[in-house]
């Protein structure tokens, strides 16, 4: 072997280095570097030997309308795109526990002729769960495997939904390393993709996030499937999001509600109600804001709590909110209305577990920490949106008469919004139009 050609490669993430080491410096793992030859062989011949291939116009090209495959879960059918594309490839990832193959397991038992492959669990458990999840399949087909060339050979019998929990747990006797490494997943997610697109079947992979948030590992087996759904939510709520964030047979800004139940997920098919309910007697601080998520909007409950430092420096804390924003806020609130917060703790919290991302809730956030500052409780049917610049003013927002029509629909007699136009407005919806946060002070608190 050439000293020159000598690399040092990782056994278990395939990452090369020019000496050796003990502990790979890209996975961490320990006794994982081996010498291996490096392949420098260059193609120096600049004749092709290789045919052109034929290129078509879009003009040519006749479009196929694929009928997708209804899953009879609409909130599911949402974030999709309409349904199930046949020969498409989904990884659906999340928490440990936030109810992935609860889901799963549901989706699989509603279609007929499904496959559910686990490798972390034997169909005696999976037996028990669907019971507990009272579920009633005669056609649904269970098996416990690791193997991808097994796998591949029991989907090839063309099921209609095939289910593999999870990709962390197959291997191939193709590639190096053990399950769960980069090089396995990679290699078994290209099978799979490969499998789909000459079969037609729908294949759907279980992933598991890591301490960093990605799915098995690296970004790269997100690159290789078709879509990419996000199940979010934690043990402590009760309501779980579904989200795209990939999808090439649809739109990425829709979301899926769901309800963790005693017999699993149920579709929320009316978010704002189910995330203000046990919304009663208002206190300061509470103020409800209308969010759009994709085509959909929903309202929430925006609780801040403001309390005088006691010791030190002041702490600021929020729960589905971006803390960063909430410190640009607090310090608009003070420079630009004359509510200084220094001297005071911030809690933030959106009720309902949802994430509030988008800057329509920076208007209902001014007069949430405002509210609780000064101690003044707002009015019960009050709503409120809009975009808070550094300046202190008050930006418009898009799908504004989306956003005011949600707000009439759930009993709201007023909205808190920038300036609108006349087409903006709903009957009777009484708007109260703020420029700047000094009048969200000076009209809406006191």
């Known amino acids: 072997m050439n000293k020159n050609n000598i690399i040092f490669s990782c056994s278990n993430c395939n990452a090369q280095f020019q000496k050796w080491i003990g502990r790979c410096l890209e996975c961490g793992k320990w006794g994982t570097i081996e010498k291996a030859q490096a392949n420098t062989q260059k193609n120096l011949n600049i004749e092709n030997e290789y045919d052109a291939i034929k290129t078509t116009t879009l003009d040519e090209i006749q479009g196929k ?32 526990g936030v109810g992935k193959s609860t889901l799963a397991l549901q989706l699989a038992a509603l279609l007929p002729n499904a496959l559910y492959l686990s490798g972390e669990e034997s169909i005696e458990q999976i037996k028990l769960r669907a019971e507990r999840l009272a579920l009633k ?18 989907i090839q019998k063309n099921p209609s939904l095939a289910i593999i ?12 390393g053990e399950a769960g490494n980069i090089t396995q997943i990679r290699a078994c997610t290209t099978k799979l993709m490969a499998l789909a697109k000459t079969t037609g079947a729908v294949i759907v992979l279980i992933g598991q996030v890591t301490k960093d948030g990605a799915v098995a590992g690296p970004k790269t087996l997100e690159h290789l499937v078709d879509v990419v759904l996000y199940l979010e939510g934690d043990k402590y709520h009760q309501y ?25 997920l149920v579709e929320v098919k009316n978010p704002s109600a189910a995330f203000l309910s046990g919304r009663e007697d208002t206190v300061p601080g509470s103020v ?11 309202l929430v409950e925006i609780q801040a709590l403001v309390t005088k430092t006691n010791f030190g420096y002041p702490q600021r ?13 607090i310090g608009v609130l003070g420079k630009r209305a004359g509510l200084p917060l220094d001297s005071y703790d911030v809690f933030l919290n959106v009720v309902g577990g949802i994430v509030a991302e988008e800057p329509a809730a920076d ?14 409780t707002l009015p019960k049917n009050i709503a409120a949106f809009g ?25 709201f007699e007023f909205a808190v919004t920038p300036s609108l136009k006349e087409t903006d407005k709903i009957t009777g919806l009484k708007i109260a139009p703020i420029k700047n946060v000094k009048e969200v002070v000076e009209k809406i608190i006191k």
């Open 288 to 298: 409800v804001t209308c969010l759009v998520e994709g085509s959909r909007p929903v």
């Open 387 to 411: 975009e808070v610049g550094l300046g202190g003013e008050v930006r418009a927002v898009g799908q504004i008469r989306k956003r005011l029509e949600e707000i009439k629909k759930m009993g």
């Open 317 to 329: 804390r929020a729960s589905g909110f971006d803390l960063n924003r909430l410190q640009v806020l």
């Open 137 to 154: 399949s005669p056609t649904l087909q269970l098996a416990n495997t690791t193997n991808i060339e097994n796998i591949i050979a029991t």
């Open 240 to 264: 779980r999001i579904l989200r795209a964030a990939k999808n090439r047979f649809g739109s990425t800004d829709e979301i899926g509600v769901f309800n963790m139940m005693e017999h699993g």
């Open 65 to 96: 309308n694929f009928k997708r495959l209804k899953t009879g879960v609409e909130e599911l059918d949402r974030v999709l795109g309409g349904g199930l594309v046949p020969g498409s490839l989904i990884l659906l990832g999340g928490e440990p």
């Open 165 to 176: 929990d999870s990709v962390q747990t197959v291997s191939s006797s193709e590639a190096e």
């Open 363 to 376: 208007l209902a956030v001014i007069l949430a920490l405002a509210s609780a500052l000064q101690n003044k």
